[in-house]
């Protein structure tokens, strides 16, 4: 499965984004991930959503963020709101399992990135 991410660009302090995670199959059966990698920085897990719809959020996305996945569309999205300079970042999607509260990518089931960008 190919995975493709959108919809990022430049965005202020306190605004809004919606980015979108779409594959070239079906990933109904598969747990859907973002990440995020600040230049210079690691990649970080940023939410999961599960195949039941569970979401889980790092503390930096917690009541900012809102991941969701519309399965007849192969697509899951990631709403950022209330948006800061630290959210900068190029955004990654990944397909993968949860094994006891742990996601697990798939190899090979990664999304080539979208840049977002938060000025003040």
């Known amino acids: 499965v190919q995975l493709q991410a959108s919809g990022g660009g430049l965005a202020q302090v306190g605004g809004s984004l919606k980015i979108s995670c779409r594959a070239s199959g079906t990933v109904s059966g598969a747990a859907v991930a973002w990440h995020r990698q600040p230049a210079g920085n690691e990649r970080e897990l940023v939410a999961t959503i599960s195949v039941g719809g569970t979401t889980w959020y790092a503390d930096s996305a917690k009541g900012r963020f809102t991941i969701s996945r519309d399965d007849a569309k192969n697509t899951v999205y990631l709403q950022m709101d209330s948006l800061k300079v630290e959210d900068t970042a190029i955004y990654y999607c990944?397909?993968?399992?949860?094994?006891?509260?742990?996601?697990?990518?798939?190899?090979?089931?990664w999304g080539q990135g979208t840049q977002v960008t938060v000025s003040s």
């Open positions: 990944s397909a993968g399992g949860i094994l006891q509260g742990t996601y697990y990518p798939i190899k090979d089931h």
